[in-house]
């Protein structure tokens, strides 16, 4: 960066081989994504995490209740647009929303939404919200037209 701090020089064609790792490592990591793996966190884990504000802080419990506060179409709104680029964001937002009751109109957007979404838990929880709904109506999932 001190070299060149206005990037123009093209580091990647000199580094090949680097890049090609690190794709196949940035590959790796995004199929795991949100899901992260399935084992207990290990007491010296919970440590870690919390010395980083994961744990006890609050912070979710605060998310959780703002997003709460806000109507199905604010929700959507920030799930679109506001958090576009944060998947735990979007997660917490599709959260919200259960328990609601959604218009034709929302479940179908969701639905679009969820179809476009690059986090696999965001749009898995999309499709069980919208499922969701539509039993409690007793009628099928709402479709984009």
Known sequence: MNSDPEER??????????????????????????????????PADRVKLAGHGYFDTGVVDTVREELAKLDADQ???????????????????????????????QRAYLHDLAVHDTSQAVREAIEALTKKAAAERHEEPAKPK
């Not at 090949?16 to 966190?41: D, F, P, W």
């Not at 959507?76 to 599709?94: F, G, N, S």
């Open 75 to 105: 929700l959507i709104i920030k799930l679109e647009k506001d958090y576009a680029p944060d998947c735990l964001m979007r997660l917490q937002c599709v959260r919200a929303l259960e328990g609601r009751e959604l218009t034709d109109q």
């Open 9 to 42: 020089v093209n580091v990647v064609a000199k580094n090949r081989e680097l890049v090609t790792r690190l794709t196949a490592l940035a590959k790796q990591r995004a199929h795991g994504a949100i899901k992260g793996n399935t084992s207990a966190l290990t």
